[in-house]
């Protein structure tokens, strides 16, 4: 089948597009994604040894990849793109349960087709693998996945965020998020607090989702957006220079203070940082967007987002297992052939994701039967708890990515299972 059948023509895209549509939102969310597919690829490095399967990645080999990350941790432009793309869609009086239900069903989606695919994955592999392989692969099998959480619990809050209409309260929200994050930064780095506070920092994920509202209604020019980029990359340089923060904005084994997970104040400030830039460089976005095959791209790309955001980690994987068992490892970056099977890995890698996008993105699109068609027409205890339920799938599914599929891993993707079917079972008022 030819790529013309598969996809609409770079005309048909553009006729389709309103006039009105922000092309510099949707540019900067395909881009992103994208950089990480590229991010992950490059950075992962594996082995086999003695039967146990060493998962890695580059940070851990230098200085100067750690401080590339200062540029390449781009997944705060994920919340700040997703936000401004759906905070007008907020009425005020309108119901919470239906507005994020409508959101979690294209999100989901593809998720339960992925978590299948796992479930089948993981049973044969269990058979063929030795165990110390298996359990790597399992535990990695979900990791991505704490994105689509964290993202689910930002976008329950939109309401709240879509109170943010004029600069000040832009600045006094950003500010007392900030400051949350510092108090249990402050906390947790001198006092021997319970690990689990730390995650009181994913709050840091509000910030972007605050600066896309403001995004949005124009509340940040382009130039005014410069200076806060500025001072809180000084900020962090400062931070990582005088104070306890570590360079790698990844997290990596042999980090004492991890800034991804649990959050740290260096990635708050270095979402506020991303943020900023991202505004300031809007326009100039939008403008190169206009062109109509950077624009095909770009409307083609997010129609599949989610498809190639979940499945190039099973590719990766797999190529990865593939090459360590004939006998070729990245994993030396030292090594006389590392950089040839750099280079043969990520053109593997892109035609094998150009070729599972092409296959799955009609999974993400076509509606899901039992799934799609939810509604609740009217705000009050109905659509309270159908929000509740999907802010338990978001926060379960978060909780799942320290396991994978394993061990108590198992159990949260079995509760974020359940609270999606029980939000879905009360989302019964027929489609809109």
Same mark, same amino acid.
């Given at each position: ?5 598969l ?11 309103? !006039?009105?549509?922000?092309r ?5 969310r395909i881009?992103?994604?994208v ?14 040894r ?7 990645n580059?940070?851990?080999?230098? !200085? ?10 781009i ?5 700040f ?10 009425r ?13 069903t ?12 796992w479930?089948?994955a ?15 692969v ?17 976008l ?10 004029t ?21 947790r ?8 506070f ?31 980029g ?5 900020v962090?340089v ?13 997290g ?7 800034n991804?997970s649990p !959050?740290?104040?260096l990635l708050?400030?270095h ?22 095959r ?10 599949g987002a ?7 980690i ?14 070729? !490892? ?5 090594a006389?052939?590392?950089?040839a099977?750099s280079?043969l ?9 150009a ?7 009609p ?20 659509s309270?708890?159908?929000?509740a ?15 994978g599929?394993k ?7 079995a509760a ?17």
């Amino acid at each position: 089948m030819s790529a013309a059948a598969l996809f609409p023509r770079p005309a048909e895209v553009e006729a389709a597009t309103p !006039p009105d549509r922000d092309r510099a939102i949707d540019v900067i969310r395909i881009v992103a994604l994208v950089g990480v597919v590229v991010g992950h690829t490059v950075m992962a490095t594996s082995i086999i040894r003695d039967d146990v399967f060493i998962w890695t990645n580059l940070l851990t080999a230098s !200085p100067v990849f750690q401080a590339l990350t200062w540029l390449f941790q781009i997944m705060p432009l994920f919340f700040f793109a997703g936000v401004a793309a759906s905070v007008q869609s907020w009425r005020p009086g309108a119901s919470w349960g239906n507005w994020l239900m409508r959101r979690c069903t294209r999100l989901y989606r593809p998720v339960f087709y992925y978590l299948a695919f796992w479930a089948v994955a993981l049973v044969v592999l269990r058979l063929l693998l030795p165990v110390h392989v298996y359990e790597p692969v399992a535990g990695i099998s979900v990791q991505l996945l704490w994105f689509l959480g964290a993202y689910v619990l930002v976008l329950a809050a939109v309401p709240a965020l879509a109170h943010i209409s004029t600069t000040g309260r832009l600045v006094g929200a950003v500010a007392a998020t900030y400051g949350v994050v510092a108090i249990v930064d402050v906390i947790r780095i001198n006092t021997d607090v319970w690990p689990v506070f730390g995650y009181l920092n994913l709050t840091m994920w509000l910030i972007p989702g605050m600066f896309g509202v403001a995004y949005r209604r124009g509340l940040l020019s382009s130039g005014a957006a410069l200076a806060p980029g500025a001072a809180l990359f000084t900020v962090n340089v400062a931070l990582v220079t005088l104070g306890p923060y570590e360079l790698s904005l990844v997290g990596i084994e042999s980090q004492q203070l991890k800034n991804m997970s649990p !959050p740290s104040l260096l990635l708050a400030g270095h979402a506020i940082m991303m943020c900023a830039l991202a505004i300031a460089a809007a326009p100039g976005i939008s403008r190169w967007a206009r062109r109509p095959r950077v624009w095909w791209l770009t409307a083609i790309g997010n129609s599949g987002a989610m498809t190639l955001y979940l499945w190039h980690i099973p590719l990766l994987l797999g190529m990865h297992l593939t090459f360590d068992y004939l006998g070729h !490892p990245r994993f030396d970056p030292a090594a006389p052939d590392f950089v040839a099977l750099s280079v043969l890995q990520l053109v593997l890698m892109a035609l094998a994701v150009a070729a599972a996008f092409t296959v799955l993105r009609p999974l993400e699109n076509d509606p899901l039967p039992l799934w799609d068609g939810g509604f609740v027409a009217h705000p009050g205890p109905r659509s309270a708890a159908v929000g509740a339920l999907l802010c338990v799938a978001g926060a379960a599914t978060l909780a799942s990515v320290g396991w994978g599929l394993k061990e108590q891993g198992l159990y949260c993707v079995a509760a974020t299972v359940t609270a999606l079917v029980a939000a879905r079972a009360l989302a019964n008022d027929g489609q809109l």
